[in-house]
């Protein structure tokens, strides 16, 4: 069973950046897609980012673009999310995720691996 730890969140200011990273603690990245989600307690979680297992393919929430770059090391078994400009409506706790296959699936319920979850907060 594959684990996932992110680290990197933080307090920042508005208009700061953050450099969020996913790491497998148990099994290997290399070879399957791994998402960013957003989830406040108590809501449903919402796509930020994905890419495929090559990092050939990405794709981003509309909120996201322009603004966050989502990268991969499969050397380092870690996956990146380089948050700039970031807004109050940010805040929030971003959980990395990856399904079973090697491409972004549509749909958060394909996720089969959820880490613990790392807590952003962006003050104005």
């Known amino acids: 069973q594959l684990q996932l730890v992110e680290s990197g969140g933080g307090l920042v200011q508005s208009g700061g950046s953050l450099r969020l990273s996913c790491a497998a603690s148990r099994g290997t990245l290399r070879y399957v897609a791994v998402g960013w989600f957003r989830q406040t307690p108590g809501k449903a979680p919402q796509g930020v980012a994905c890419?495929?297992?090559?990092?050939?393919?990405?794709n981003y929430a509309d909120s996201a673009k322009g603004r966050f770059t989502i990268s991969r090391d499969n050397d380092k078994n870690t996956v990146y999310l380089q948050m700039n400009n970031l807004q109050p409506e940010d805040t929030d706790i971003y959980y990395c995720?990856?399904?079973?296959?090697?491409?972004?699936?549509?749909?958060?319920?394909?996720?089969?691996?959820w880490g613990q979850g790392t807590q952003v907060t962006v003050s104005s």
């Open positions: 890419i495929s297992s090559t990092g050939a393919d990405t």
């Open positions: 995720a990856a399904p079973a296959g090697r491409l972004c699936p549509g749909s958060p319920a394909n996720f089969g691996s």
